[in-house]
C-alpha cells in the first residue's frame, strides 16, 4: 500500500510538459540563429563533433531527474504491516433533555448551553472510552451511537438545539429505552448512561425504564439542571432581543423547576449517584472520576497501517541523474561516429 505523505507537490510534476516545449522552442530558435548565420549544411559540417542525439538525451535525463525529485518531496511511505492495538473502555451514552425548559438562564448562558459545555469538556478527557448521545424532549432519538471519533462527536453536539426533537415534553423515560436499544450487550463492557435534564418528567414512566435498564448491568448518573424553586423561559426574537417569557394558553409566565426528587431516584434505581448542577462546578468531571474507578474491559482491536517512508530513494536516483547529465558532454564520441551509416565525409580541397 502505497500513500504519499505530501501529494500537492505532485502537481509540479505539471511542469514536464512545459519543459518539453521550452526544448523544442529552444532548438528552433538555435536553429533559425544558425540559418541567418550562414548555411547550414556548411556549420553542421563545421560543428561536426557536436552531438544532437547526445543533446536530446541529456534533456529527458533531466525530464527523468526533475520527476524523481518531485516524487521524493511528495514523500512516498510504503506500508509495511498492520498493526493491532487493543481497545479497552467504558461505554457511555449521555442523555440530554433538549426541551425548551432548558433555555432557562438560572444556569449560564442557559440549562442547555451550560450541559453541551460540560459533555465536550467529558470527551476531551475521554481516551479509548465510547461515548454516544441521545437527545430527548417528548421523544428520544439518537444523536449519535457509541464511537471513539471524538471529533465527529463534537460536531454532532455542536448542531444540538432545542429544536433537535419535534415532540415538546420532557419523557425522560424514552431516553433510557432509547440509550439500552443503543448499548451493545453481547460486549461485555461496563456500560454506563449519565442523564443531563432539568428532571421536569412530563411523558411516560422513567422509574420502570432505570429498573429495566439496572436489571442490564447498566449505571445510570443524573445530572440536574435549574433552581428547584422555579424560573421563567426568555423569549428571544431574530435579532436576539429579548421579548418576553414563555406563558401559558391563560397568559401566565411559566416557571420551569427542577426536580431532583426523581433524578435521585432515578439515579438510585441505576446504582449510581445524582448531581445537582451549578455554574461553576463541571459535574461530569465528577462523574468520570467514578467511571475511571470502574474496571475497563477490552471491546474489540483497532488494526492500523504502519507506513515507511522511501523518499530518500527517489532524491538519491534524481541526484545521480542530474550528475550524470551533468558529465556527459555534447560532443560526438569519436568511435561510435565511425559505425554511424549517415555520417558524412567532408572533403577539404
Sequence with gaps: ???????????????????????????????????????????????????????????????????????????????????????????????????FSMKAEDIKPNR??????????LIDRLAGDRIGLVVFAGEGYTQFPLTTDYSGANLFLDVVDVDAVPIPGTSIG?????????????????KVLVIITDGENTEGDAFSAAEDAAKKGILIYTIGLGSPGGTPIPMYNSYGQQTDFKRDRLGNIVMTKLDEVSLEK????????????????????????????????????KQFTDYEPRFQFFIAAGILLLLFELLISEKKVEWLAKWNPLRKEVNVP
Excluded: W
Design 1 to 99: 500500500m502505497i500513500r504519499f505523505a505530501h501529494s500537492e507537490d505532485l502537481y509540479l510534476l505539471a511542469l514536464i510538459p512545459v519543459f518539453i516545449v521550452l526544448f523544442f522552442v529552444v532548438a528552433r530558435a538555435r536553429k533559425n540563429a544558425l540559418s541567418r548565420f550562414g548555411n547550414l549544411d556548411i556549420l553542421s559540417r563545421l560543428a561536426e563533433s557536436a552531438s544532437r542525439p547526445k543533446r536530446s538525451v541529456k534533456f529527458i535525463m533531466f525530464l527523468f531527474a526533475y520527476a524523481l525529485i518531485v516524487v521524493g518531496l511528495a514523500n512516498p511511505q510504503i506500508g509495511t504491516r498492520l498493526q493491532e492495538v487493543k481497545q479497552e473502555g467504558v461505554d457511555i451514552f449521555i442523555a440530554l433533555d433538549v426541551s
Design 112 to 121: 442547555l448551553e451550560k450541559a453541551k459545555f460540560e459533555i465536550r469538556n
Design 174 to 190: 424514552s431516553a433510557i429505552t432509547r440509550a439500552m436499544e443503543s448499548f451493545d450487550f453481547k460486549e461485555q463492557t461496563t
Design 266 to 301: 432515578i439515579a438510585a434505581l441505576g446504582n449510581g449517584a445524582y448531581y445537582r448542577g451549578t455554574n461553576n462546578q463541571d459535574e461530569l468531571n465528577e462523574i468520570y472520576k467514578a467511571i475511571n474507578a470502574l474496571q475497563k474491559r477490552e471491546f474489540g482491536t
